[in-house]
């Protein structure tokens, strides 16, 4: 756990000692979510309507920027193999690059879900609600960018390829998190909502496990 958490926390450091990776992607996004409320009318009603589909498109775009982070720095540097010569098992590894991730994709979605609100009329009475579909969404998304940005930190056109194979995978968690902030935007109760909590949660349950059991024998290959 120690391993973990120093990890999570020296990448964080130097993330935001650089800040040109995270600040370029919020405000590439800000000026995405400008462009796509002007395109969608001054009226309320249909910013509301669209303010859940465009919020996680935003940040899906954002966790495909910032996916390549966990491990760019590693190539760059040449500390990856370093990593890889400590002792002990290689999971400790994935999940320190997880925490990182997770924690540059639930900033960067705060910010943007508080520019949704003031851009789109996204109403924020169950904030609280809003901040568990935003923790249980960056978390299944960042399991499964963690674990491809690994696979490709060697390769050259990982930019490229990575959102390929990360999209297709997300698809469930994204859509799961979409109809949940959809039916609170439009005033459902949340009892009828927790299906979508659920399925978001046994999605990130399975991402999780399976990339951490994985991620070892895929350093090795």
Same mark, same amino acid.
């Given at each position: 756990?120690?391993?973990?958490? @120093?990890? =999570?926390?020296?990448?964080?450091?130097?993330?935001?000692?650089?800040?040109?990776? !995270?600040?370029?992607?919020?405000?590439? +996004?800000?000026?995405?979510?400008?462009? +796509?409320?002007? =395109?969608?009318?001054?009226?309320?009603?249909?910013?509301?309507?669209? &303010?859940?589909?465009? +919020?996680?498109? &935003?940040?899906?775009?954002?966790?495909?920027?910032?996916? /390549?982070?966990?491990?760019?720095?590693?190539?760059?540097?040449?500390?990856?193999?370093?990593?890889? %010569?400590?002792?002990?098992?290689?999971? @400790?590894?994935?999940?320190?690059?997880? %925490?990182?991730?997770?924690? !540059?994709?639930?900033?960067?979605?705060?910010?943007?879900?508080?520019?949704?609100?003031?851009?789109?009329?996204?109403? !924020?009475?169950?904030?609280? @609600?809003?901040?568990? #579909?935003?923790?249980?969404?960056?978390?299944?998304?960042? &399991?499964?960018?963690?674990?491809? =940005?690994?696979?490709?930190?060697?390769?050259? /056109?990982?930019?490229?390829?990575?959102? !390929?194979?990360?999209?297709?995978?997300?698809?469930?968690?994204?859509?799961? =998190?979409?109809?949940?902030?959809?039916?609170?935007?439009?005033? #459902?109760?949340?009892?009828?909502?927790?299906? @979508?909590?659920?399925? %978001?949660? #046994?999605?990130?349950?399975?991402?999780?496990?399976?990339?951490?059991?994985?991620?070892?024998?895929?350093?090795?290959?």
């Amino acid at each position: 756990m120690q391993r973990i958490f @120093w990890l =999570a926390w020296r990448d964080l450091v130097l993330e935001f000692r650089g800040r040109t990776g !995270l600040l370029s992607a919020v405000f590439f +996004l800000a000026v995405m979510l400008f462009i +796509l409320a002007m =395109a969608f009318g001054p009226n309320p009603q249909d910013l509301r309507k669209a &303010a859940p589909g465009v +919020l996680w498109v &935003a940040l899906a775009f954002a966790g495909s920027l910032l996916a /390549g982070r966990a491990f760019g720095l590693e190539v760059e540097d040449g500390t990856l193999d370093d990593l890889l %010569l400590t002792p002990g098992s290689r999971e @400790w590894i994935y999940f320190g690059k997880l %925490l990182f991730q997770f924690a !540059l994709m639930l900033l960067v979605g705060v910010v943007l879900l508080s520019l949704a609100a003031g851009l789109f009329y996204l109403p !924020l009475r169950h904030w609280g @609600w809003y901040l568990v #579909v935003l923790l249980l969404g960056s978390l299944g998304y960042a &399991a499964i960018s963690t674990f491809y =940005a690994g696979m490709l930190a060697r390769l050259r /056109g990982r930019e490229v390829l990575l959102p !390929l194979l990360l999209f297709p995978l997300v698809i469930p968690v994204v859509l799961a =998190a979409v109809r949940f902030t959809q039916g609170l935007a439009e005033g #459902v109760p949340v009892a009828e909502l927790l299906d @979508w909590l659920r399925l %978001l949660l #046994v999605f990130d349950v399975i991402y999780v496990t399976v990339c951490a059991m994985v991620f070892p024998y895929m350093l090795e290959g």
